[in-house]
């Protein structure tokens, strides 16, 4: 009988996926003597989504049972991860079972006062009359958000047009400017779209992998296992300061000198053309400003860039031969290049390196960017930060016109400028010009370079209110108005990860308590606004899908031919373009197989620039260059959602750990396992040393997750993308007490 009710369990389709336990537990459990199965023996569904933490998007099984989730597993024919999962992936359901979740609102009268609960009406009436008093007096660039690339695109989307067109506020900007702002500028100046043109596919693809900047081992270690499925042994370089776990597997570490890439990127250039490497073809009838670029390159010979960047000229010589010999060269890179004070012409110089060689739009190739965050892409496109929805501009009166049609507006309730800058709010609040900022699911008071500052500026609003999954981050316990919101599993949307796909992200569990879905706190607040007629039709998620289906038309993200969520579901994601006409099957895509560009005249523009000098180079004082990084891949930025783990926690190791090269730390009589000082102009933290030959001399490594950290940090920024240079300012350690 028991096998008969297993295999009439296993017609359920939901079952047949099942990876969990039970079967075992058919197995070992009695059926009653009425012939009924047990309580314990409910039939678990099963709801596949994607992961809410890295770009990767790995699709997830949820499996529950009383309808709550109980169990993880990662979803085998899912054509992004195959089965695979990291340990973030796994441990996902923590945080949404967290014993210290917000669940109601709470407001602070007084400065430094307690904070008092109250009720959703009451909180939204607080949030509205206190913003319309900062808006009347001060106007319209009297009150910013920040907002974070983890929540879904539809939310993003309420955001942005509810603050900016229905509120009629200007400034709104994301933590995405802290890892994707890089990307997003140089890919539009380059190919006239922020388009990352590969598919992961390429990992596997690739007889020579380039990674700049990039340690997917710990920051995507799912990518890591596509490049490790790769049969055509591949040649694998990593040009990073630190002999990182992806620098220790692959078969050639470059170590270049922190902020040494762009000259050696310009070295690497002019040895490909020096060993007849350059696609003729390729650059004649794809691109633009080739022959100033080689021009430029003539002051950037192996020999001359080899000392800045701490490379010989023979090893870039070296590389260039591999490069200009190979048929499928792919290019990589992350958080090493966009975070640096001249990111947006360093990620332009890898981009040109791929347009100069003909790696573009064919198997294995590439100029390819690996984003940060889980829904990074879905905020660059639809935000209304940067562009208009979809990339349009906020400068265009059509693109005005579009977008109020599309909202059901008078053209003149559209910004004509675009947001200031993350950094350039902060400025703002600093000035008085900014009084009421409204942070949602981001945690700057850890996060921001220069925390210290930040701290002492978000103290000088007049209203700050947070809104978050936990009352108890260092940016929430600073708030005048806490708002408790849903988390990752607690509400339905769509992420679009690196590889420009876009997935459906499932509801699997309630909220706590009062938490509420981002979706709703945004759309409550904006009813009660008034002025947003938009929201009579954006009433769920999907509707939201849809409307952003129509902005996408006829731009490069068009993926108006995509049937719903049920579509998304049913083809484990698909990739824009996706426009009206499209069918499934098409597989994994690349962009630009045609050669064909997104700029006016369909090619690319090489773009390129001096490398100027590190903001803060070293000295007598401070003659250690301070790198930060992720440091596990159990941890995710400040620990929000996975410190909630005891698994991860347990996993994350030392957060704290100061990595310091042997010889460094015996010139200054240190040793592992010591307590030590990091210090560097603008604050000072304290760390336990790790003595690891990898970091290099003269460089010390501390991950990103630690709170401490950014005491330390050096606020500089691209001048293009305005992302903060994290990974390279000049400190000293010695021993504490
Ligand atoms: Fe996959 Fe990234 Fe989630 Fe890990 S964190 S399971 S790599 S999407």
């Given at each position: 009988m028991l096998k008969s009710m297993v295999q009439s369990l296993w017609k359920n389709p939901g079952l047949r996926r099942f990876d969990g336990p039970l079967t075992e537990l058919l197995q070992r459990q009695p059926v009653d003597g009425a012939g009924q199965i047990p309580v314990s023996l409910v039939p678990s569904e099963m709801i596949e989504t994607v992961c809410g933490f890295c770009s990767t998007g790995c699709g997830l099984q949820v499996h529950r049972r009383g309808g709550q989730p109980v169990n993880i597993t990662p979803a085998r024919g899912y054509p992004v991860n195959l089965g695979m999962a990291c340990p973030k992936g796994w441990e996902a359901l923590a945080p949404l079972k967290a014993a210290d979740r917000g669940v109601m609102p709470l407001l602070r009268t007084e400065k430094g006062g307690p904070r008092e609960t109250l009720g959703w009406d009451e909180a939204v009436d607080v949030f509205v009359e206190k913003v319309r008093g900062l808006k009347e007096r001060y106007g319209e660039e009297s009150c910013a958000f920040i907002w974070t690339g983890q929540m879904p695109t539809e939310e993003i989307a309420m955001l942005g047009t509810v603050f900016k067109v229905g509120m009629g506020f200007v400034h709104g900007d994301s933590n995405t400017r802290q890892c994707m702002a890089t990307t997003h500028v140089a890919y539009r100046e380059s190919?006239?779209?922020?388009?990352?043109?590969?598919?992961?596919r390429d990992f596997e693809e690739s007889d020579l992998l380039i990674f700049v900047g990039a340690n997917p081992c710990i920051a995507h270690p799912i990518l890591w296992q596509r490049v490790l499925m790769n049969r055509r042994n591949p040649w694998i370089v990593v040009i990073d300061p630190r002999r990182t776990e992806t620098a220790s597997a692959a078969q050639q570490h470059i170590a270049v000198n922190p902020r040494g890439d762009l000259g050696l990127l310009y070295g690497l250039a002019k040895a490909v053309i020096d060993a007849g490497g350059v696609c003729s073809e390729y650059v004649r009838d794809h691109t633009e400003g080739y022959e100033a670029f080689a021009e430029f390159l003539e002051d950037f010979t192996p020999e001359r860039v080899a000392e800045a960047c701490g490379v010989s000229a023979e090893v870039i010589r070296g590389l260039a031969e591999r490069i200009s010999r190979t048929e499928r060269v792919s290019f990589w890179w992350t958080m090493g290049v966009n975070?640096?004070?001249e990111a947006v012409r360093t990620a332009q110089a890898i981009i040109n390196l791929a347009l100069m060689t003909g790696n573009m739009g064919r198997p294995g190739t590439g100029a390819n960017s690996i984003t940060g965050q889980c829904n990074a892409m879905g905020s660059r496109l639809f935000a209304m930060t940067g562009t208009l929805p979809a990339g349009r501009d906020f400068g265009s009166p059509a693109d005005r016109g579009f977008t109020a049609d599309w909202l059901g507006v008078d053209p003149a309730r559209i910004p004509e400028r675009k947001s200031l800058e993350y950094d350039r709010i902060l400025e703002g609040v600093e000035s008085g010009r900014i009084r009421g900022l409204w942070i949602i699911a981001t945690n700057p008071a850890h996060s921001w370079i220069g925390r210290r500052a930040l701290r002492e500026l978000l103290g000088k609003l007049e209203f700050l209110v947070v809104q978050d999954l936990f009352a108890d981050t260092e940016t929430a316990e600073l708030a005048d108005l806490y708002l408790p919101a849903a988390g990752w599993g607690e509400k339905a949307g769509t992420f679009i990860n690196s590889e420009r796909r876009i997935s459906y992200t499932a509801k699997v569990a309630e909220p706590p308590g009062g938490a509420l879905p981002d979706f709703e706190i945004f759309r409550r607040i904006g009813l009660h606004w008034g002025g947003c007629p938009w929201l009579e039709a954006w009433t769920e998620p999907e509707a939201v899908f849809q409307a952003l289906q129509e902005a996408s038309k006829g731009k490069p993200c068009d993926h108006s031919g995509v049937q719903g969520y049920a579509d998304l579901r049913e083809q484990g994601g698909i990739q824009w373009p996706y426009p009206n006409g499209s069918h499934p099957g098409e597989g994994e895509r690349r962009l630009f197989e045609d050669g064909r560009f997104f700029r006016e005249n369909g090619r690319a523009l090489f773009c390129f620039e001096a490398p100027a000098p590190n903001p803060e180079a070293v000295d007598a004082a401070y003659p250690l260059v301070l790198i930060t990084g992720r440091g596990s891949s159990a941890e995710w930025h400040t620990g929000t959602r996975t410190s909630r783990s005891a698994v991860l926690r347990a996993l994350s190791g030392m957060a704290d750990r100061v990595e310091m090269h042997p010889e460094d730390a015996r010139k200054r009589g240190l040793r592992s396992g010591q307590r030590v000082v990091v210090e560097s102009r603008r604050g000072k933290m304290e760390g336990t040393l790790c003595e690891e030959v990898g970091v290099g001399r003269g460089r010390i490594f501390i991950p990103m997750h630690d709170g401490e950290v950014n005491r330390l940090t050096l606020a500089a920024f691209d001048p293009y993308s305005r992302q903060p240079s994290y990974k390279a300012c000049a400190v000293e350690v010695r021993a504490a007490g």
């Open positions: 190919l006239g779209f922020d388009a990352p043109p590969f598919s992961y975070q640096g004070y």
